[in-house]
């Protein structure tokens, strides 16, 4: 008898597309029309989405590590649970995106929007955030110890229960914001504004 070769059973893996644009590490994607793909589930390690429109794509359970969404625009995401440590989102949209319990470690995102979005439970310590927009974002029990706040607009946030142990956010906007619970050991707030804020670190000098 023949010799059974099991490439003849076993059909070659060929990795998802979507819009022409092959989901596997290292994927250059820049400037794409890539709305509502799915990209849950997958190892998409330093690839490249710059500038892309991702508005309503699934993220879920990704690897995301030092992925480039610079300038990219992922309104209405969901991005729960994805691994995205040194994930550069400087300028990118994330408004009104899904980021629970997200493992953002070191992140750049300066000037980056995540108005409205829901980051309960995120780990974003060391998380590069200046300059950004969280207005009225969801940040219940997320991690931002040490992270670099200046300018941030927290205006009516939801800070309940965060680790902001070391953060720096001097001339942030917590107007309206709930820090109630919030640890602030060794934070800076000079010149943060704090009008109707609520466990606001009123004396802190």
């Known amino acids: 008898m023949g010799s059974v070769v099991a490439d003849d059973y076993v059909e070659a893996y060929q990795p998802p597309v979507h819009n022409g644009c092959e989901l596997v590490p290292g994927a250059q994607c820049a400037n794409m029309d890539l709305s509502g793909g799915d990209f849950s589930n997958l190892d998409l390690?330093?690839?490249?989405f710059a500038g892309s429109n991702l508005d309503g794509s699934d993220f879920r359970h990704s690897n995301l590590r030092s992925v480039d969404f610079e300038g990219a625009s992922l309104r209405h995401a969901n991005l729960n649970r994805a691994r995205m440590p040194n994930t550069h989102l400087r300028g990118a949209d994330l408004s009104h995106a899904s980021l629970v319990g997200v493992d953002s470690w070191s992140?750049?995102?300066q000037g980056a929007t995540f108005?409205?979005?829901?980051?309960?439970?995120?780990n974003l310590e060391f998380a590069r955030l200046s300059g950004a927009s969280m207005q009225g974002a969801k940040l219940m029990g997320s991690?931002?110890?040490?992270?670099?706040?200046?300018k941030v607009n927290l205006?009516?946030?939801?800070?309940?229960?965060?680790n902001l142990q070391e953060v720096k956010m001097n001339i942030a906007r917590l107007n309206?914001?709930?820090m109630t619970g919030a640890r602030i050991h060794y934070g800076n707030f000079q010149m943060a504004q704090m009008e109707g804020c609520t466990a606001c670190p009123f004396d802190w000098e």
């Open 176 to 178: 309206d914001a709930d």
């Open 143 to 150: 991690n931002l110890e040490m992270a670099w706040m200046n």
């Open 107 to 109: 992140i750049y995102a």
């Open 45 to 48: 390690q330093g690839a490249n």
């Open 115 to 122: 108005d409205h979005a829901d980051l309960t439970g995120a």
């Open 155 to 162: 205006i009516g946030a939801d800070l309940r229960d965060a």
